[in-house]
């Protein structure tokens, strides 16, 4: 069960490309122990936000709070307690898997007897042990994605962001990564993930904020954004396509419905 002490705290957060605002006046928190969901349609501003969060991006205003700290005054120390999972890893291809994990572990200062408890543990579970010594040039997508949520989690930082964690995962890795996800959370740190996947925000997120345009549309559990959604809406799906301003597409799935009885 997540308390109230916050780990992320995102304050006003503003960032404009060629004049056009990506993220506008975005404010919220996470609290400890908390999977906290970030959806938004396409072109909302989600992946913008979350690289101002680790550090890739520099706001044009407002601020990001890592357990107190303003990221961009202790930069180091805030990066030191963030893990980060991109969409689209980029990992060293002519370094081996353990090699890789090994030049993490040392940017993170890891202790050696953590990285032993760790490492062995993932990479057995995702099935990545037998190739741990070949190069990363040879890996698939789904095998760099788990290489990547291998070097996250085996740091045990207060707090990771994640960015579409099941893309190219296979259904058993899946499952094992919100497992994971779940385990993380119940040793009391943090998980901010964005992903289009509805069915694992509804399942894994105990709050989920909603942005549309670069500003904060909705935020709450799944029961509070029920009640803002004025159809009444029980599933996620339908909360978010009202919430987005996308429940034309409900009549227009409803007619293909209703129109050919194979399209489903």
Known sequence: MA???????????????????????????????EIFGFLGPNGAGKTT???????????????????????????????????????????????????????????????????????PQYLELFDLAPRQDHLIESYSHGMRQKLMITAAFMLEPPLIVVD????????????????????????????????????????????????TDGRLTALGTLNELRGQARSG???LEEIFLELTGSHELQAVIQALQSSDPHFS
Do not use: W
């Open 3 to 33: 308390d109230e002490t916050p780990v992320l705290t995102i304050s006003h957060l503003s960032k404009n490309f060629g004049g056009l605002p990506a993220v506008d006046d975005l404010s919220l928190s996470v609290g400890k122990g």
């Open 49 to 119: 936000t979350i690289k101002m969060l680790v550090g890739l991006l520099k706001p044009d205003h407002g601020a990001v709070l890592i357990n107190g700290r303003d990221l961009a005054r202790d930069t180091a120390r805030c990066k030191q307690e963030t893990g980060y999972i991109p969409d689209r890893p980029f990992l060293y291809e002519k370094l081996t898997g353990l090699e890789f994990l090994q030049f993490m572990a040392g940017l993170y200062t890891l202790p050696a007897e953590i990285f032993r408890r760790n490492v």
């Open 164 to 211: 579409e964690p099941m893309v190219g995962l296979d259904p058993k890795s899946a499952r094992l990564v919100k497992e994971i996800f779940k385990q993380h959370a119940a040793a009391g740190r943090t998980i901010f993930l964005s992903t289009h996947s509805l069915e694992v925000a509804e399942e894994l997120c105990r709050r989920i904020a909603i942005i």
């Open 233 to 235: 809406a029980a599933h």
